[in-house]
């Protein structure tokens, strides 16, 4: 009889372990979700002289933010200077041309890269769409001399910047490949 009840008292903490293991699985997952991991705010200032941290690194916008909906196209050639020169944005999102409602809510959204860069939505839409486009044939990229090329001349909506196919971080470059590269952010 007491070896039967025994029995039955092992077999019922071992559903009430196993329940609250899931639980506490479900849990850390909804909490990993929720936060940037360490290690990827850590990489948020890569290689950049700009202290700010919480910009995607290809064109500057503030993540989460995103671009604002009453935005204009920037003809600002001081700041066009600054971003590219300066702050080293390449493709600086004050300056896009025909911006959709669709690229505003994509702005809005965060990827983050396997090497741990940070992007916004519309520059990851770029990058994909322009690399399917391309498919392998990309044509080999020609190194601007800022010095030499007036800043205010270069078309910064020009794939070569807006869509580069490698990360734009400084010291990493890594070819930004591969359906799984990029992932969302939830926050
Ligand atoms: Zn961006
Ligand atoms: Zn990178």
Redesign the pocket.
Known sequence: MDEIRRREQEEEDRRVRSRSNMANKMKMTQETKALIPEEQRNMFSNGFSSKDTSVCILCGVPLVEGIPDDFETSTDMELKRKLVVHDKFMSPWQFTKNLTTADKDLSRKVFF?R???VYCGRCINNINRYAKQKGKSRPKKKKTDLDKVGVEHMDLNDPEYSAPNR?V?QD?K?LLTGNYFFRELYV
Do not use: D, N
């Open positions: 890269g090497c741990g860069h990360c971080a990493c890594r």
